[in-house]
Structure formats: structure tokens, C-alpha cells
């Protein structure tokens, strides 16, 4: 049973959703860009993991 539960939880497709960024990580990006007086690139407020290396070169 634990096989077949492992399997099914594998073949969850990902959303979009999934791949967006956090409310949280979009207003902790954008007060970093107004500190520093950068723009945050449109990229990043698409992926995830792209604002995270964002966020981490910008601290």
C-alpha cells in the first residue's frame, strides 16, 4: 500500500501555483529593491526559485 501511495504522490502534477513566489518572498524582494534602489526582474516574480537567488545575492 505505502508503494502505491509513494507512486501516486510522484505523478502529482506540479501547478503554476506551486512555482510562484510567496506573498512573502514578493514584499521581502521588493523591500530589499527599494534599500539597495533596484528593480526586481519581471523573471523573478515568476519563479520561485529564481526570487529566492534573488533575494540571497541581495540581503
Known sequence: ???WIEAQAQLKPVSDMDQLP???QVA????????KRRAVPDE????K????KWID???
Open 44 to 47: 523573478c516574480f515568476r519563479d
Open 1 to 3: 500500500m505505502s508503494a
Open 28 to 35: 521581502f524582494a521588493e523591500k530589499l529593491a527599494r534599500i
Open 57 to 59: 545575492g541581495n540581503k
Open 49 to 52: 526559485g529564481l526570487m529566492s
Open 22 to 24: 510567496t506573498s512573502k
